[in-house]
């Protein structure tokens, strides 16, 4: 989860701020060791990702910028052991930096949400999303 953090904050913020976390154009970028761009000849470090890997257009992004959402298959008592053991990642939860639900193969396969400081919430069944084919087909007929 740490690792997959790492490169949804980094296509989150140069998507959402491109100016200031984004690198802009490859066009004229010019690299700086394996830190950073500049953007031509000089100006300030870019350290985020360049706009052809972000954008469609000009202002279609390729994906929403959203933040990480994981799903894990698992016993939740084991994960709450797992989460109690390494804080840093407790912290990415607790902190909302992503989100954690736990399918627990123990308990019938419910799914459980993360909601901070180790605890958890039964799913909502309101917020379950229907199988894509239903949902075209529920559109199509409407």
């Not at 390494?86 to 396969?109: C, F, K």
Request: with cysteine.
């Amino acid at each position: 989860m740490v690792v997959t953090q790492w490169i949804n904050c980094q296509y989150y913020f140069s998507t959402v701020d491109t100016a200031a976390y984004g690198s802009g154009s490859k066009i004229t970028h010019n690299p700086v060791g394996n830190v950073g761009v500049y953007q031509g000849n000089g100006g300030d470090l870019m350290t985020g990702l360049p706009l052809q890997s972000l954008m469609a257009a000009d202002d279609e992004p390729y994906h929403q910028p959203l933040r990480l959402s994981t799903v894990i298959h698992a016993p939740v008592d084991t994960v709450t052991d797992i989460l109690a053991d390494h804080e840093n990642v407790a912290g990415l939860l607790d902190n909302g930096w992503l989100s954690l639900t736990v399918v627990d193969p123990t308990r019938d396969h419910t799914a459980f949400n993360y909601a901070g400081e180790l605890s958890w919430r039964p799913a909502d069944e309101a917020t379950t999303v229907e199988p894509l084919a239903e949902a075209t087909a529920t559109v199509a007929d409407d």
